[in-house]
């Protein structure tokens, strides 16, 4: 899977929905080579842009940024998903999730600039704060010491539109932060997800996505802890570590949630 910083999460954004790219994800999980994509999503209008050549730039962002996988867990995960119909209430979370680990900005603008903002108790995000850790990211990072100050204040906005259209934010020049609670089947797939590209992780309140469960590291243990998870996991804790194995497999975990939507 490719580590390069991108803008691609943010040509993602753009979209006025994701319903196309989770019929890509599907496609390609039914064995479709990325040239079938390109010649049964390129020639039609399902993306609402005008041009093949905007089509193509939005599918070489899907094929960098959707379809790359951290291993054959991850992908497993991620196609058995969405070949679910009545996985749907989930297609967004997922796809949030799935975003972390395939692009890279996004997991660094979701970790360094929305996550603090949610823990600090601020209620908005600006256009600004995004903004100003792409320039202070560009100081270190190769791949982005070439990117425009426009091309960051696209990228910094578009992302912030991605966010929203994933229920993260509401409004449209004010980004306001929405209170996230996770519910049960969405902590099933988070911990999937942990366990399926971070598979060396022994404690998962090391993993680097543990913030995502939207709660206080402090209160995590009782969170994990919830008898109904241990349905899909061994739990054992000791003092400040959790560490968690699968017992089934994940069609089986998606068929248990799917039932239960």
């Known amino acids: 899977m490719k580590e390069t910083i991108n803008s691609n999460a943010a040509i993602i954004g753009s979209l006025p929905s994701f319903e196309v790219i989770y019929k890509i994800i599907k496609f390609v999980s039914e064995g479709n080579s990325r040239d079938e994509i390109i010649k049964n999503f390129s020639d039609t209008n399902l993306f609402n842009k005008r041009t093949e050549e905007s089509r193509l730039r939005i599918l070489r962002a899907v094929d960098d940024s959707v379809l790359q996988f951290k291993n054959q867990k991850h992908a497993k995960l991620i196609y058995r998903v969405y070949n679910e119909v009545r996985m749907k209430q989930h297609y967004d979370f997922v796809f949030f999730l799935h975003l972390l680990v395939s692009n890279r900005l996004f997991y660094l603008i ?11 108790g601020r209620m908005y995000i600006k256009n600004e704060d995004v903004v100003a850790f792409l320039y202070h990211l560009r100081e270190t990072e190769l791949d982005l010491q070439k990117w425009t100050d426009s091309t960051i204040k696209t990228t910094a906005s578009k992302t912030l539109t991605l966010l929203k259209k994933l229920h993260f934010l509401e409004g449209k020049q004010k980004k306001e932060i929405n209170h996230i609670t996770i519910n049960h089947q969405q902590k099933v797939l988070l911990i999937c997800m942990i366990l399926s590209v971070e ?57 248990a949630i799917s039932n239960r939507a």
Do not use: A, C, M, R
């Open 110 to 120: 979701g970790k360094n600039v929305y996550l603090d903002i949610y823990f600090s």
């Open 199 to 255: 598979p060396e992780i022994n404690n998962l309140l090391e993993s680097k996505y543990i913030g995502f469960f939207f709660t206080e590291k402090v209160n995590l243990i009782s969170v994990l802890k919830d008898l109904k998870l241990t349905e899909y996991f061994d739990i054992y804790s000791t003092g400040n570590s959790i560490n968690i194995k699968v017992k089934k497999d994940i069609k089986e975990i998606i068929n």
